[in-house]
C-alpha cells in the first residue's frame, strides 16, 4: 500500500487524515463534520446503480477533488449531497443536516453558469438573498458588490450575460454561490468551458479564495492538474457501479502559487491519481475527456519543470 496514495475497492469511510491548514480550519470552525455520506446508493432505473455504497468524509476547512471517468457517478453524489436528488439508500448529511440546501448551507456551482440574461451580474449574485428574504435591498446589493470583490468582478457589476466572457460568467456564478455565505461549496466541473491558460489561473484564485473564506469545497473534474492544484485530498472513483476506488493526500503547502504547480510534490500526486485511474482501466476504455487530461497534466508538469532547470 502506498503512503500518500491508497488504490482499493472501498470498505468502511473514506476520511484520510487531512494536512495541517485542514486541520487549523477544522479546529476552527469545531469537531463537526461538514460532510458525511454513508452507504448512498442511487439508482436511476432500479436495475443498475449509478452510485453504490459511497462512504465519505470531508472536515471542515477541507478541499477534495473527485476525479473519475464519465458516467461514474461524480455528478450525482455532488446532486446527493447538496439536497437535490435524494439516494435510493444511505445518507448525506452537511453539517448533520439532511434538509435542503439551503439548510445545508450549500453553494453550488455548475458546470453552466445558469445567469439570468436580464439581470446585470450585481442583479444575478443579489438574487439569493432577496429571495430569502432577510435583508432590505440595499443590503443585498453590499453584499452582491463584496461578493464580486472576491472573484475579481466589482468593476462589471453593471455588465448582463451577454456582455461578459465565459469565465466572467462563471466567476459571478462563484460570486453567486458564495453571497449567502455558504459553509460547503460544491463545483462540478465550473471552469471547463475556460481556456487551459485561463484555467490554470482561475484554480489558483480559487484556490486562495476557498483559503481566505475558510471554505469547504468538493469539487468534480477531469482534470488531474485540476484536482491535485486545488484540494488538500484526490478521491478517484469508478463506474459500473459509481464507487470509490482509492484517494491521494495532496503534500502541497497551504499558501500556493503558481510555483507550486512545478514542484515534485505536485508531479507526485498526479502520477500517484493517474496510476489509481490506472489500476481501475479508466484509462484503458476510451474515456477520451479524462485520458487526454492526464496527459496534458504529465506534458505540463515537465515542460515546467524542463523550464525551471
Given amino acids: 500500500m502506498r503512503t500518500k496514495g491508497t488504490s482499493m475497492e472501498q470498505h468502511g469511510s473514506h476520511g484520510a487524515p487531512w494536512p495541517q491548514g485542514a486541520q487549523q ?10 460532510v458525511f455520506c454513508q452507504g448512498v446508493t442511487v439508482s436511476f432505473t432500479g436495475v443498475h446503480n449509478e452510485l453504490q ?21 461524480k455528478s450525482t453524489l455532488l446532486r446527493v449531497i447538496a439536497g437535490l436528488l435524494e439516494p435510493d439508500a444511505g445518507t448525506a448529511e452537511v453539517f448533520g443536516s439532511d434538509g435542503s440546501p439551503s439548510e445545508r448551507g450549500i453553494g453550488f456551482v455548475f458546470q453552466e453558469a445558469t445567469l439570468f440574461p436580464w439581470l446585470n451580474a450585481l442583479e444575478n449574485v443579489a438574487m439569493p438573498l432577496e429571495l430569502q428574504k432577510y435583508l432590505s435591498a440595499a443590503d443585498c446589493r453590499e453584499h452582491a458588490r463584496a461578493a464580486l470583490k472576491d472573484v475579481g468582478l466589482l468593476q462589471w457589476a453593471e455588465k448582463y450575460p451577454r456582455e461578459l466572457s465565459g469565465g466572467m460568467k462563471q466567476r459571478v456564478a462563484l460570486a453567486r454561490a458564495l ?8 463545483l462540478d466541473e465550473p471552469f471547463a468551458a475556460i481556456d487551459a491558460l485561463r484555467r490554470e489561473r482561475f484554480n489558483y484564485e480559487l484556490w486562495r479564495l476557498a483559503c481566505k473564506r475558510n471554505l469547504t469545497m468538493l469539487v468534480v473534474t477531469h482534470s488531474i492538474n485540476e484536482a491535485v492544484s486545488m484540494s488538500h485530498r484526490v478521491v478517484v472513483m469508478a463506474e459500473d457501479p459509481g464507487r470509490i476506488v482509492g484517494e491521494v493526500t495532496v503534500d502541497l503547502p497551504e499558501q500556493r502559487d503558481l510555483a507550486t ?11 500517484q491519481v493517474r496510476q489509481i485511474l490506472e489500476e481501475t482501466g479508466a484509462l484503458m476504455h476510451g474515456d477520451t475527456d479524462t485520458s487526454m487530461r492526464c496527459a496534458e497534466t504529465e506534458t505540463g508538469v515537465h515542460a515546467h519543470a524542463h523550464a525551471r532547470n
Fill in 179 to 186: 453571497v449567502t455565505d455558504s459553509r460547503v461549496l460544491l
Fill in 53 to 73: 455504497n459511497i462512504d465519505l468524509t470531508i472536515h471542515p476547512g477541507e478541499s477534495v477533488a473527485l476525479v473519475g471517468p464519465s458516467g461514474c457517478g
Fill in 25 to 34: 480550519a477544522q479546529a476552527a470552525q469545531g469537531s463537526q463534520t461538514a
Fill in 261 to 271: 504547480w512545478s514542484s515534485q510534490n505536485f508531479h507526485d500526486a498526479c502520477t
